[in-house]
């Protein structure tokens, strides 16, 4: 295997990080604290072709590779784990499938300026709405309910933890159409926000990537053209897991950049601060953690390559994927904690950042799929 990037994936993640150090860093600690959405991030990233990083040219994307799109992911989510889950729903859940599933049409709708992140000159992003109060893990419990009326359908139902939620001015939504068909009788519907019925709820105050819009979305007798579902009738579920399963590389990336940005402020840390007479970085104890550390993100950054490696090259990526995500969400918990230990009672302030990155580590282990059903995912391939 050649594990040697290319002079473009070099460019790529020399772009984002110099973004994630010149434009995110600055701020991350206020945006966190009171919940401010990093429109402006989002947008410079949008002028950065970062927000359709997948996504052919002729509709308005970047045409870019899943690894670069890992290496992007993995430095923005070293600073600011708010900016890279915007990006990532964007580019994972919302472009990959409207690509993917959706008609000309569609595309050129919709897909060629979310690719482009911006619309008439206006931020311009997706949201996938597949959870609900009744339908997490379990996402085949849909409440969410779309009455086919002929040329329409008639949408009702709430959506919970929708990140992008207020920000968006599409939403990807999975609703029950034919209760008597289980899965199969999910459909998934492109939406406009500014529809007559929709409304967005309360900003959730949350422990972790605080910066990031999540919100309810609910829909009252929210009237959605034919045109508007995506695929044939019943294709929704499929829809929906197929498309989470490279949102998983996403999430997986998320989790490394958390991962490698608390052993890098834990390494440089070490390096200043003295104990007992020398900088703690000679003290045994501090050496075993930083080598554990370095030997998680390794491991975590390996896992993510292969899988958006099998991705670019047409291969089965499920089981990759989850591996990737379960791992890589670990190691970030992880790190994350034992960079706090290590910078001792100044990793528990604000300032030092890895405290925020402790909080930011704890949801890649829950959402795109719980580290509990990715182990039910690699199970079930391992044990065919």
């Given at each position: 295997?050649?594990?040697?990037?290319?002079?473009?994936?070099?460019?790529?993640?020399?772009?984002?990080?110099?973004?994630?150090?010149?434009?995110?860093?600055?701020?991350?600690?206020?945006?966190?604290?009171?919940?401010?959405?990093?429109?402006?991030?989002?947008?410079?990233l949008?002028?950065?072709?970062?927000?359709?990083?997948?996504?052919?040219?002729?509709?308005?994307?970047?045409?870019?590779?899943?690894?670069?799109?890992?290496?992007?992911?993995?430095?923005?989510?070293?600073?600011?784990?708010?900016?890279?889950?915007?990006?990532?729903?964007?580019?994972?859940?919302?472009?990959?499938?409207?690509?993917?599933?959706?008609?000309?049409?569609?595309?050129q709708?919709?897909?060629?300026?979310?690719?482009?992140?911006?619309?008439?000159?206006?931020?311009?992003?997706?949201?996938?709405?597949?959870?609900?109060?009744?339908a997490?893990?379990?996402?085949?419990?849909?409440?969410?309910?779309a009455?086919?009326?002929?040329?329409?359908?008639?949408?009702?139902?709430?959506?919970?933890?929708?990140?992008?939620?207020?920000?968006?001015?599409?939403?990807?939504?999975?609703a029950?159409?034919?209760?008597?068909?289980?899965?199969?009788?999910?459909?998934?519907?492109?939406?406009?926000?500014?529809?007559?019925?929709?409304?967005?709820?309360?900003?959730?105050n949350?422990?972790?990537?605080?910066?990031?819009?999540?919100?309810?979305?609910?829909?009252?007798?929210?009237?959605?053209?034919?045109?508007?579902?995506?695929?044939?009738?019943?294709?929704?579920?499929?829809?929906?897991?197929?498309?989470?399963?490279?949102?998983?590389?996403?999430?997986?990336?998320?989790?490394?950049?958390?991962?490698?940005?608390?052993?890098e402020?834990?390494?440089?840390?070490?390096?200043?601060?003295?104990?007992?007479?020398?900088?703690?970085?000679?003290?045994?104890?501090?050496?075993?953690?930083?080598?554990?550390m370095?030997?998680?993100?390794?491991?975590?950054?390996?896992?993510?390559?292969?899988?958006?490696?099998?991705?670019d090259?047409?291969?089965?990526?499920?089981?990759?994927?989850?591996?990737?995500?379960?791992?890589?969400?670990?190691?970030?918990?992880?790190?994350?904690?034992?960079?706090?230990q290590?910078?001792?009672?100044?990793?528990?302030?604000?300032?030092?950042?890895?405290e925020?990155?402790?909080?930011?580590?704890?949801?890649?282990?829950?959402?795109?799929?719980?580290?509990?059903?990715?182990?039910?995912?690699?199970?079930?391939?391992?044990?065919?």
């Open positions: 295997m050649n594990f040697q990037l290319t002079e473009e994936q070099l460019a790529v993640r020399q772009a984002a990080r110099d973004f994630a150090q010149q434009e995110c860093l600055p701020g991350v600690i206020e945006r966190d604290d009171k919940m401010i959405f990093p429109k402006e991030q989002v947008s410079q949008a002028d950065l072709g970062f927000m359709g990083m997948m996504v052919k040219p002729e509709y308005g994307g970047s045409g870019m590779d899943t690894v670069s799109y890992v290496l992007a992911m993995e430095e923005i989510s070293k600073i600011d784990a708010s900016v890279s889950v915007c990006m990532s729903v964007n580019n994972s859940l919302v472009c990959y499938g409207l690509q993917e599933y959706c008609t000309e049409e569609q595309k709708q919709y897909l060629v300026p979310l690719a482009q992140g911006k619309k008439d000159g206006e931020l311009y992003i997706g949201a996938f709405l597949l959870s609900e109060p009744e997490g893990s379990d996402a085949t419990s849909q409440r969410t309910t009455i086919d009326m002929g040329d329409y359908y008639i949408l009702n139902g709430i959506k919970n933890w929708i990140t992008n939620g207020s920000s968006a001015s599409v939403y990807l939504v999975m029950q159409t034919d209760a008597s068909k289980g899965s199969k009788g999910i459909n998934a519907f492109i939406v406009e926000k500014n529809w007559p019925g929709v409304s967005v709820g309360a900003k959730e949350k422990m972790g990537i605080r910066g990031s819009d999540t919100h309810s979305i609910s829909f009252t007798d929210v009237k959605v053209p034919k045109a508007n579902r995506i695929g044939e009738d019943g294709f929704g579920f499929t829809f929906a897991m197929k498309t989470l399963a490279g949102g998983r590389i996403g999430i997986a990336a998320q989790a490394l950049g958390i991962a490698a940005g608390s052993y402020l834990a390494l440089k840390y070490s390096k200043e601060r003295k104990a007992f007479g020398k900088e703690i970085m000679h003290h045994q104890a501090i050496q075993f953690k930083l080598a554990d370095a030997t998680k993100v390794e491991a975590a950054r390996l896992l993510c390559m292969k899988s958006a490696w099998e991705k090259n047409g291969i089965d990526y499920t089981l990759s994927s989850s591996m990737a995500k379960v791992f890589a969400s670990e190691a970030a918990m992880w790190c994350s904690t034992e960079a706090v290590v910078h001792g009672g100044y990793g528990y302030v604000k300032e030092f950042h890895v925020r990155l402790m909080r930011d580590a704890k949801i890649t282990q829950i959402y795109e799929g719980t580290s509990e059903v990715q182990r039910i995912v690699i199970s079930r391939s391992i044990l065919k």
